[in-house]
């Protein structure tokens, strides 16, 4: 027969106390070196935070995104257009989404997108109007270019860690950030965008996957 006998409150917080060292401590530093579990210590003190407050341990900052994260968040919009523009149209010049003429197009430049960082476009062969998004998986989306962009870079840059902490690091909820790598998955533009971009801000002979 097995007794059940719960763990000492006492023995619990002394083994925060090893861990945490002096210093402050994340759950997952307890996860790896702790002889119990967060979740025990959650369940027995009412909470992660409640147990570490019992043991007079401070949580722990967690760590800062990568390099290549910190260098295209820091990235203006207007910047993120501009690569943007130079993948969707590699030849240089603006071709008509639907007869495929590169010319004659014409701007249109009175009209904008709520984003005026893009351009609109006639073409003249046919008469549609167009924008640098149309026909691609960021049009009609509000999401700025430069969000994509940090997107882009974390699923490669910060892809060991929790999906939590790259929707955090860009300011988002979990489910926004999943809807956003869901929506560049597949694309062969966004694809692009990614590999462009990880030539300006990724780490020099540190190649890391691309899932997108
Ligand atoms: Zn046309």
Same mark, same amino acid.
């Given at each position: 027969?097995?007794?059940?006998?719960?763990?000492?409150?006492?023995?619990?917080?002394?083994?925060?106390?090893?861990?945490?060292?002096?210093?402050?401590?994340?759950?997952?530093?307890?996860?790896?070196?702790?002889?119990?579990?967060?979740?025990?210590?959650?369940?027995?003190?009412? @909470?992660?935070?409640?147990? =570490?407050? *019992?043991?007079?341990?401070? %949580? !722990?900052?967690?760590?800062?995104? $990568?390099?290549?994260? +910190?260098?295209?968040?820091?990235?203006?919009? @207007?910047?993120?257009?501009? =690569?943007? *523009?130079?993948?969707?149209? %590699? !030849?240089?010049?603006?071709?008509? $989404?639907?007869?495929? +003429?590169?010319?004659?197009?014409?701007?249109?430049?009175?009209?904008?997108?709520?984003?005026?960082?893009?351009?609109?476009? !006639?073409?003249?062969?046919?008469?549609?109007?167009?924008?640098?998004?149309?026909?691609?998986?960021?049009?009609?989306?509000?999401?700025?270019?430069?969000?994509?962009?940090?997107?882009?870079?974390?699923?490669?840059?910060?892809?060991?860690?929790?999906?939590?902490?790259?929707?955090?690091?860009?300011?988002?909820?979990?489910?926004?950030?999943?809807?956003?790598?869901?929506?560049?998955?597949?694309?062969?533009?966004?694809?692009?965008?990614?590999?462009?971009?990880?030539?300006?801000?990724?780490?020099?002979?540190?190649?890391?996957?691309?899932?997108?």
């Amino acid at each position: 027969m097995r007794i059940y006998h719960p763990i000492p409150n006492e023995d619990l917080l002394a083994d925060l106390r090893r861990v945490a060292a002096g210093a402050g401590l994340t759950r997952a530093h307890y996860e790896a070196e702790g002889r119990y579990s967060p979740a025990t210590q959650a369940k027995h003190f009412g @909470g992660w935070g409640r147990a =570490l407050a *019992r043991a007079g341990v401070k %949580p !722990a900052a967690p760590p800062p995104p $990568p390099e290549p994260v +910190q260098r295209i968040l820091r990235w203006s919009e @207007g910047e993120s257009v501009r =690569l943007f *523009r130079t993948i969707r149209w %590699p !030849a240089g010049h603006v071709r008509c $989404p639907r007869c495929e +003429q590169p010319e004659p197009v014409r701007p249109l430049p009175t009209q904008q997108l709520a984003n005026s960082a893009y351009g609109i476009y !006639a073409c003249e062969e046919c008469a549609y109007h167009f924008s640098d998004l149309t026909g691609t998986v960021f049009q009609q989306r509000s999401t700025a270019m430069k969000v994509w962009l940090a997107v882009l870079i974390m699923e490669r840059a910060g892809a060991e860690q929790p999906r939590l902490r790259r929707a955090r690091w860009l300011g988002v909820t979990t489910e926004s950030y999943a809807r956003k790598v869901m929506i560049l998955q597949g694309s062969q533009l966004a694809h692009a965008l990614g590999e462009a971009a990880w030539a300006m801000v990724g780490t020099p002979g540190q190649e890391a996957p691309c899932s997108i």
